[in-house]
T-cell receptor, first 115, second 111 residues
Framework: DTGVSQDPRHKITKRGQNVTFRCDPI?????LYWYRQTLGQGPEFLTY????????KSRLLSDRFSAERPKGSFSTLEIQRTEQGDSAMYLC?????????????FGEGSRLTVL | RKEVEQDPGPFNVPEGATVAFNCTYS??????FFWYRQDCRKEPKLLMS???SGNEDGRFTAQLNRASQYISLLIRDSKLSDSATYLC????????????FGKGTTLSVSS
């Protein structure tokens, strides 16, 4: 399977714990995005990378959230001191951009439940 | 005001019906526009891009009105398989600007 893969698919944690999600994009894609989606809402932008550079971070993203893409390949999204409001589906997407905006290819998501 | 706003759903239509979804965006610098489709408990997937002149893909027609900052999606001859959530997406295309999704409009087509 050469699509976007995310791990873990499901994570249940207690409030205050740290969690980390991993995303492996489509190999030749240079852009990688993280979105968060809750029930009945569209995907909410969190951050994105072009290669290893983090180009934009949403104002909604608190200091408890951090994302990396160290070698311009896979990415991790860490949430520290989780809160119940962090419960959501965390979606990763990648695209190949050569001018303009490429189609986003999404992974199946990592569902976080904070108890 | 949200950056991208869509018609509230759900839309419940019979097979064969024509249905239209509307979307407005607040950033006049927006340059690229898309409709994505999301099936229940699945990831979003690109349905079609939206071009200034309007474009059609089979039963689907997308229109853009830059002056009104308005995008539409028309689905003709609805099929059961069209049941999904349709997400309006915009971006400015400028470096450092991500794609912004609307809340989505849910369509349910019944036999």
């Amino acid at each position: 399977d050469t699509g976007v893969s995310q791990d873990p698919r499901h994570k249940i944690t207690k409030r205050g714990q740290n969690v980390t999600f991993r995303c492996d994009p489509i190999s030749e894609h240079n852009r990688l995005y993280w979105y968060r989606q809750t029930l009945g809402q569209g995907p909410e932008f969190l951050t994105y990378f072009q290669n290893e550079a983090q180009l934009e971070k949403s104002r909604l993203l608190s200091d408890r959230f951090s994302a990396e893409r160290p070698k311009g390949s896979f990415s991790t999204l860490e949430i520290q001191r989780t809160e119940q409001g962090d419960s959501a589906m965390y979606l990763c997407a990648s695209s190949l951009v050569a001018g303009g905006t490429g189609e986003l290819f999404f992974g199946e998501g990592s569902r976080l439940t904070v108890l | 005001r949200k950056e991208v706003e869509q018609d509230p759903g759900p839309f419940n239509v019979p097979e064969g019906a024509t249905v239209a979804f509307n979307c407005t965006y607040s950033n006049s610098a927006s340059q690229s526009f898309f409709w994505y489709r999301q099936d229940c408990r699945k990831e979003p997937k690109l349905l079609m891009s939206v071009y200034s002149s309007g474009n059609e893909d089979g039963r689907f027609t997308a229109q853009l009105n830059r002056a009104s900052q308005y995008i539409s999606l028309l689905i003709r001859d609805s099929k059961l398989s069209d049941s999904a959530t349709y997400l309006c997406v915009v971006t400015t295309n400028q470096a450092g600007t991500a794609l912004i999704f609307g809340k989505g409009t849910t369509l349910s087509v019944s036999s």
